[in-house]
Structure formats: structure tokens, C-alpha cells
């Protein structure tokens, strides 16, 4: 992470530092779809029997990442469905 030396650096430069950083952030959210299906953390842990702490290191891998709605955690049932296809599994929903 890189460090920035707010005592020296100016208004302009702060306010242009700000827009890079929230452009980035901007390509990190994944748009959803207005009437797609969206699991709470404890409906997708329970679907693929797995724990919190899993949903947490598949989010880090990139395995299978969540959906923020304000401050809450939502997974989206058709990346779950992608997931459970990519394993090999069977989709019997």
C-alpha cells in the first residue's frame, strides 16, 4: 500500500488522489442485475455446508465473491450456481 503525506501535499493533489482511489474501488463492485436472486451468507454457507471463515477465504481466492447492499453481504445465487458447476456438482434447485 502506498503512503501519502497529507501535511505536503496540496488540496488539488489530495482531491485528484481521492478520484483515482475511488475509480478503483468503482472497478472492484459488480453490478447486479435489477431482479436477481441474492443468498444471505447463512443460506449460502448452509447450501454448501460450509462455515463462515470458508465463504471468507473464497472471497480472498476469488472463488466466489459477494455482493455489498449497504452494509450487508449478499452472494448471488447465479454465481453460486457457477460455483457449485464449476466443482462438478449437480444443480438440482
Not at 501535499?9 to 431482479?35: A, W
Not at 473464497?58 to 447465479?78: A, C, D, E, M, N
Request: net charge negative.
Amino acid at each position: 500500500m502506498k503512503n501519502l503525506m497529507i501535511e505536503s501535499t496540496s488540496v488539488d493533489e489530495l482531491m485528484e488522489r481521492l478520484r483515482v482511489v475511488l475509480n478503483e474501488i468503482e472497478g472492484f463492485k459488480q453490478p447486479c442485475k435489477e431482479n436477481e436472486e441474492l443468498w444471505s451468507r447463512q443460506e449460502t454457507a448452509d447450501y454448501f455446508q460450509v462455515s463462515f471463515q470458508t465463504l471468507h477465504n473464497w472471497k480472498k481466492h476469488k472463488v466466489l465473491i459477494p455482493v455489498s447492499v449497504g452494509t450487508r453481504v449478499y452472494y448471488k445465487k447465479t454465481d453460486v450456481d457457477a460455483l457449485l458447476n464449476r466443482k462438478g456438482g449437480s444443480d438440482e434447485n
